[in-house]
């Protein structure tokens, strides 16, 4: 006899067990051999080139335990004649008779331990069938895993774009990953327009080895929402002029994606302006508040910009803050991933060039100053050569502090140390006698000096020693922040904007600390010098 609809017993459920661990059974595993049972059979059967009937028989079986012998179903059922059984030379006992004398054994048995305390037994089988249920558990949930992984063995698995990107421009970057990828696989890949509701658009992937591929957006796809998946496989013309498909695995699951034909036509149809900011430029003009919300001076700055976006557009128009590392602002922006910079960020043509984007006209001018404890060392600028001089990594200070020490005609020649994140590493270095100088703008150790008196400053601004240095870098004898920009029509809506509001602007300063900073004298000798003044492009 074999297995086969409407088999029951606890070899169905050993059956059923192990068709789920291999991934073709996914139905309740209850002893009962159902449609679904006879159903994962056949596609089992099929897999391994067996006879396709949806039975387990011995040849099916052995595929499935390839360890153990065949288990006759009769023997679960108890349809088994009644045969005799040999026992030893030619006597014989026949199953009821071995029954009976089993029953008999477990009824005297029974008798024995009537009286025997069995609690602790008890006990102990408690506790064992507690650690069965633990160890079925676990194996439930293995078992599921591997079922998981399978299914993630046969689909592959979305890259980008997915959860609702928004994309600019009128190509964009497909790409995948598949657990099953070998070099030749070929796949197909579809693309719905949701907006324009038409058909989807099928292909096979052209250059297939890379997972990926660029589409371009046809005229009139821009502004729309998209759907797209992949799967292994390629598509095929048959004899009749037919297109079919030959899979070689299943779909993905369904990635979506938004395109704008511009960051401003993102801005207006979302109703929302994304700005870029950095955790290290925190404590020049912005910082964070107790609930962890940028205010200050840039705070201000955006706000101006998405009340007069909001005014242009005729409609309300938000900004959301998007935090990012220092150094994946610019690469950011040039990806459209946001859509303006506002991180206290001097431009510079290095920048702009490296990153394809733009700067704004400047909002903010700044002055580089040469900073050390008063009272440590007496030094002036004509006594720097050989000292240490801390920059932050990656800034215009350290362009600016090669400039200086490399000058065959300036008096500095003090040696960079650049291994700093941010402007406060560089001050705790000054403090831990780590350097003897830190270049950093004013602007960045406004607070410093209103805390700590023991700051001094080195000669004043060195803004005369660095014309030639903000020539070069920045095409301008004057140091700016300035807003990124990588859309031509922002930009141009920016730089109006910041010129119409230069007086509000200026206003903003009003919130800046204004202490006063000392000189540092060439013999220790301190002198007050004026309070700092930042410059405000107007």
Known sequence: MYYKHESVGPQVTRIQRKLNEFGYYTATCDGNYTKATAHAVKEFQREKKLNVDGEVGPSTWAELFPREDYVDP????GQIQDHPIPIWGNRYITLAGLLSFLLWVILATYEAVEHVDVQPLQNEN??????????????DRLTKQYASLRESMRRPELSGPVNDASLIGNQVELSWDYKGHYDGLEYILELRNLTTKGEPCVFNVPTSRLKKMFYIIPPGGSNSEYLWRVRPGKLEETSSNQVTQVSEGQWSAFGNFRIYSSNEDRIRRTGRVLVGVSPTSYGLLSSLDQNGRVVGFDRNLM????????????????????????DQLLPSLASNEID?????????????SKNHISFSNGYFQLHQILIAKQGIRPIDRQHLSKKIVGVQEGTTNERAAEYLSKS?????KFTINSQFSTVDEVYQALMRNEIDVALVDDVAVLRHFEEDESLCEVGGDIDEDLVGFYRTELGKETEEYAVGVSDNGLLQQINEIIEK????????KSGLPNPRRTACGANGVSADSPPIEASYHK
């Open 74 to 77: 009769a023997l679960q059922t």
């Open 126 to 139: 408690a506790q064992v069938r507690r650690t069965v249920e633990a160890l079925t558990t676990d194996n």
């Open 303 to 326: 706000n101006l910009i998405g009340d007069e976006l909001s005014k242009r557009y005729k409609e309300q128009i938000k900004v959301e803050v998007v935090d990012k590392d220092w």
């Open 340 to 352: 303006l910079v506002i991180a206290s960020m001097t431009a510079t043509k290095e920048r702009a």
């Open 408 to 412: 065959l005609w300036l008096p500095y």
């Open 501 to 508: 509001s230069a007086d509000k602007i200026a206003g903003f």
